[in-house]
């Protein structure tokens, strides 16, 4: 008489195809994520900068709205600041940091409210995902300092050459004339 296990496959008779329990697999699948969304977010991310403070420090350095802007991801109110309609040649950098962020060539008008780039200087701005407020956005920081610029969006119709709206607070920024 014939036993019904020699139908079966080699892989489908094989120690971890039969023994390994449902329950076992859900613990280590929790574990497994657990640590990571705890401990990976925010307190290694500052490290990667090459200019990192304290808050003190920071603040020692800014003004209470830079501060807020900058190093607490706040934003500006729209149309306050004269750098939303600027429009003479120069550089933008960072108001923290001094890294330059933009130029004047790649500023343009998108009428939101708040200085709009559709380019940044090569490497000089990270992106970041934010789902605060319940949106889902992607956060721009500085890439020298993290210090919080705005928010990049895509895809809106604007006429440009990347079809991004790098907004940016003009608090986070300084000039300088070309
Ligand atoms: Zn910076």
Redesign the pocket.
Known sequence: MRRAVNTLSPVLRSPIFRSTPRPRYITYTAAAIFPFSLFSTTPNMSQQ?K?HKSDAEWQAQLSPEQFRV?RKQGTERPGSHEFDKKDSPGVY???????P?YTSKQKFASGCGWPAFFDTVPGAVLRREDNSNFMSRTEI???????HLGHVFKGEGYDTPTDERHCVNGISLNFKDE
């Open positions: 900068f200019v900058l950098t960072c108001a923290a940091c001094d890294a962020l920081v500085c890439a020298n300092c993290g210090s």
